[in-house]
């Protein structure tokens, strides 16, 4: 997009050119970096985040490996010849032309616009002038005829008008998609135009493969390895953790080295397999921003999800469960027979997580750290808001609808699956013709992409600038870049996401630890006992809110039936809430109080299976 350029008395003209659209097309691997450079400039470098331009100047010093299109009417060029600015339109194309040496096309464009008939002189005039080839384009908006209303509908969403208003951007069915014969059909008197479509086809020869992943150096002592430095931290962690969980004064030293031989055991195999897949940089990484949070006095969870099975991970305080003690599987976590990247959960305060992520964006480079996009989708419900308003149907009956098709987060139902399971529904769509048009339209925009946003934890951290491997993206609610590519792609991309989640809960507890405190009792929320009667006690009644995962209604109607008496039952219904699982909730429960007898399926697979019945 060209925002705006210094006109012929060389003086500034901010107004001239605002934000036109141009087509550029990645060439080759330079033509894909100075891409990536450029979208990072338009909403990187753009003081409105929600206006995306690039300034001229870059697109020079970026525009090698890009071939280049004028845009149409409503382009940089377009505009100008539609406002009888000929001379300044020839200027900025022989200076396109020059940016783009070889690889910049006039752009032809027929919608059945008459900007387009008025301004096509010009562009032609322009290509024959200049010597600059011709491509004809059809902008596609929308599949068929059919989905033009759908996309009509669409827009006002966009922009928050009604479908009724007459002073509002509007589109012809004639973006949709065309087919090859219908192009040459239509550009009959410039098949050198259509022609060009295939010779810029072919001079494009480029695909992104992926990226190994790529993590920032963590600076080791001198003249050691992260390998080395790995291990010698965890050696050094595992000893005090022994001391302080494991050890009693009464144990002997033989004792001791008994109880202390499985902990060795697992961490010397552990080590193995994370230096063997390359990840010790990662555990540096998460140790160290975990550490530094810690010191800061900023709450920190003692870890979630399958990172807890590593003993690696409790040695280096990244987490503050003894695998070894209740079971827990490192392979669930890491395993090289599929190997993906580790991804450590890490709850923080919800108050103070932010200080967590400026830490690692000032250690490792603002440019080197951004947060994930995320997009949201037009789902059942939110489309049939979204379209009953631009087309103003009243609220409450717009309401009433939405409330006929379930809400399963989960596992989100679709309007065709409602429409299936629901009579009243189909009822109304045969009986009334706007509740069939508003069904119609919904159902035709359901699934599209709605708004861009920041994913709740992911951050991506690495060792160069960002805008070399993917673009960015500024949210105007952050003020942290964006990355341009979603979670699945930016890994595509060798980056490597760790979470930083904020949690509420750490907040609350780190609040009550403190009222505790200020009453004169010494309280220590890493060495509370897990086996304390009254606590159980106020779990079996249900009194659980704010107990972070068991405060449901639904968790709590469990609770009262399960009456649990051990933290592995507490550990077993947390994992059983959930859909799918949930449905061997009541025979739990039964076997919990001898109601009915477990079935271990092999007398060998007693031990495995009878914690959970």
Same mark, same amino acid.
């Given at each position: 997009?060209?925002?705006?350029?210094?006109?012929?008395?060389g003086?500034t003209?901010?107004?001239?050119v605002?934000?036109?659209?141009?087509?550029f097309?990645?060439?080759n691997?330079t033509g894909?970096?100075?891409?990536?450079?450029?979208?990072?400039? +338009?909403? @990187?470098?753009?003081?409105?985040?929600?206006?995306?331009?690039?300034?001229?100047?870059a697109?020079a010093?970026?525009?090698?490996?890009i071939?280049?299109?004028?845009?149409?009417?409503d382009?940089p060029? $377009?505009?100008?010849l !539609?406002d009888a600015?000929?001379?300044?339109a020839?200027?900025?194309?022989?200076r %396109?032309?020059?940016?783009?040496?070889?690889?910049?096309?006039?752009?032809?464009?027929?919608?059945?616009l008459?900007i387009?008939?008025?301004?096509? &002189? $010009?562009?032609?005039?322009?290509?024959?002038? %200049?010597?600059?080839?011709?491509?004809?384009t059809?902008?596609?908006?929308?599949?068929?005829?059919?989905m033009?209303?759908a996309?009509d509908?669409?827009i006002?969403? +966009?922009?928050g @008008?009604?479908?009724a208003q007459? *002073?509002?951007?509007?589109?012809t069915?004639?973006y949709?998609?065309?087919?090859?014969?219908?192009m040459?059909?239509l550009f009959?008197d410039?098949?050198? !135009?259509?022609?060009?479509?295939? #010779?810029?086809?072919?001079?494009?020869?480029?695909?992104?493969?992926?990226v190994? &992943?790529?993590?920032?150096?963590?600076?080791?002592?001198?003249g050691?390895?992260e390998e080395?430095?790995?291990?010698?931290?965890?050696?050094?962690?595992?000893?005090?953790?022994?001391?302080a969980?494991?050890?009693?004064t009464?144990?002997m030293?033989?004792?001791r080295e008994?109880? +202390?031989?499985?902990?060795?055991?697992?961490?010397?195999?552990?080590?193995?397999?994370i230096? *063997?897949?390359g990840?010790?940089?990662?555990?540096? @990484?998460?140790?160290?921003?975990?550490h530094?949070?810690?010191e800061?006095?900023? &709450?920190?969870?003692?870890?979630? $999800?399958?990172?807890?099975?590593?003993?690696?991970?409790?040695a280096?305080?990244?987490?503050?469960?003894?695998?070894?003690?209740?079971?827990?599987?490192?392979?669930r976590?890491?395993?090289?027979?599929?190997?993906?990247?580790p991804?450590? *959960?890490?709850?923080?305060?919800?108050?103070r997580?932010?200080e967590v992520i400026r830490?690692?964006?000032?250690?490792?480079?603002?440019?080197?750290?951004?947060q994930?996009?995320?997009?949201?989708?037009l789902q059942a419900?939110?489309?049939l808001? *979204?379209?009953g308003?631009?087309?103003?149907?009243?609220?409450?009956?717009?309401?009433?609808?939405c409330?006929?098709?379930?809400?399963?987060?989960a596992?989100?139902?679709?309007?065709?699956q409602?429409?299936?399971?629901?009579?009243?529904?189909?009822?109304?769509?045969?009986?009334?013709?706007?509740?069939?048009? =508003?069904?119609?339209?919904?159902?035709?925009?359901e699934?599209?992409y709605?708004?861009?946003?920041?994913?709740?934890?992911?951050?991506v951290?690495s060792?160069?600038?960002l805008?070399?491997?993917i673009p /960015?993206?500024?949210?105007?609610?952050?003020?942290?870049?964006?990355?341009?590519f979603n979670?699945?792609y930016?890994?595509? !991309?060798? /980056?490597v996401?760790f979470?930083?989640?904020?949690?509420?809960?750490?907040?609350?507890?780190?609040?009550?630890?403190? =009222?505790?405190?200020?009453?004169?009792?010494?309280?220590?929320?890493t060495?509370?006992?897990?086996?304390?009667p009254?606590?159980?006690?106020m779990?079996?009644?249900?009194?659980?809110?704010?107990v972070?995962?068991?405060?449901?209604?639904?968790?709590?109607d469990?609770?009262?039936?399960l009456?649990p008496d051990?933290?592995?039952?507490?550990?077993? #219904?947390v994992?059983?809430?959930?859909?799918?699982?949930?449905?061997?909730i009541?025979?739990?429960i039964?076997?919990?109080?001898?109601e009915?007898?477990?079935d271990?399926?092999?007398?060998t697979?007693?031990?495995? %299976?009878?914690?959970?019945f």
């Amino acid at each position: 997009k060209y925002p705006r350029y210094c006109n012929r008395s060389g003086s500034t003209g901010a107004a001239v050119v605002a934000a036109a659209p141009m087509v550029f097309l990645i060439q080759n691997q330079t033509g894909y970096h100075n891409l990536l450079k450029l979208l990072s400039i +338009a909403y @990187i470098g753009s003081d409105d985040a929600s206006d995306p331009m690039v300034p001229m100047a870059a697109i020079a010093s970026h525009a090698e490996g890009i071939i280049a299109f004028t845009g149409g009417s409503d382009g940089p060029v $377009g505009r100008l010849l !539609a406002d009888a600015r000929t001379v300044e339109a020839e200027d900025l194309t022989r200076r %396109l032309s020059a940016a783009f040496p070889g690889n910049l096309y006039v752009e032809i464009m027929r919608h059945s616009l008459d900007i387009e008939e008025e301004t096509e &002189p $010009g562009f032609l005039k322009l290509a024959y002038k %200049l010597d600059l080839p011709l491509v004809a384009t059809n902008d596609v908006f929308f599949s068929d005829s059919s989905m033009y209303d759908a996309h009509d509908a669409l827009i006002c969403i +966009a922009a928050g @008008i009604n479908v009724a208003q007459d *002073d509002r951007r509007r589109l012809t069915p004639d973006y949709r998609f065309k087919g090859a014969q219908e192009m040459r059909t239509l550009f009959a008197d410039l098949p050198e !135009a259509v022609d060009n479509t295939i #010779v810029i086809a072919r001079r494009c020869a480029f695909m992104v493969e992926p990226v190994e &992943p790529i993590l920032p150096p963590y600076h080791c002592g001198k003249g050691r390895t992260e390998e080395d430095e790995l291990k010698c931290r965890a050696e050094a962690g595992l000893a005090r953790r022994l001391e302080a969980a494991v050890f009693t004064t009464e144990m002997m030293p033989e004792e001791r080295e008994k109880a +202390a031989e499985p902990y060795r055991r697992r961490l010397k195999y552990e080590l193995g397999v994370i230096i *063997d897949m390359g990840f010790s940089g990662y555990f540096l @990484i998460v140790a160290d921003f975990i550490h530094w949070a810690k010191e800061h006095g900023i &709450p920190v969870g003692p870890g979630r $999800g399958s990172g807890a099975g590593s003993l690696v991970a409790w040695a280096l305080q990244i987490t503050d469960l003894d695998p070894l003690r209740w079971g827990l599987l490192f392979e669930r976590f890491l395993n090289p027979e599929r190997v993906s990247m580790p991804d450590f *959960d890490i709850d923080f305060c919800q108050n103070r997580r932010d200080e967590v992520i400026r830490y690692v964006q000032d250690k490792y480079g603002r440019d080197h750290v951004a947060q994930i996009i995320t997009f949201g989708k037009l789902q059942a419900r939110a489309v049939l808001r *979204d379209v009953g308003r631009v087309f103003e149907i009243p609220y409450g009956y717009v309401d009433k609808i939405c409330k006929l098709v379930p809400n399963n987060p989960a596992n989100p139902v679709t309007l065709s699956q409602a429409i299936a399971g629901e009579p009243q529904l189909r009822q109304m769509i045969q009986e009334d013709p706007a509740v069939a048009r =508003l069904i119609d339209i919904a159902q035709r925009l359901e699934g599209l992409y709605r708004h861009a946003s920041t994913h709740a934890a992911g951050v991506v951290i690495s060792d160069r600038a960002l805008d070399e491997l993917i673009p /960015l993206y500024r949210d105007p609610r952050s003020d942290m870049p964006v990355t341009g590519f979603n979670m699945k792609y930016v890994e595509s !991309a060798g /980056l490597v996401k760790f979470d930083f989640l904020g949690l509420k809960t750490l907040t609350v507890l780190a609040t009550a630890e403190r =009222l505790v405190r200020e009453t004169g009792e010494a309280l220590d929320l890493t060495s509370i006992p897990l086996d304390d009667p009254a606590t159980f006690a106020m779990i079996s009644e249900g009194t659980t809110t704010g107990v972070f995962q068991l405060e449901s209604s639904g968790m709590v109607d469990v609770l009262t039936k399960l009456r649990p008496d051990t933290f592995e039952d507490i550990i077993a #219904v947390v994992a059983l809430y959930r859909p799918g699982p949930m449905d061997n909730i009541p025979s739990y429960i039964k076997r919990k109080h001898g109601e009915e007898k477990p079935d271990y399926l092999y007398p060998t697979l007693e031990g495995i %299976l009878k914690e959970t019945f």
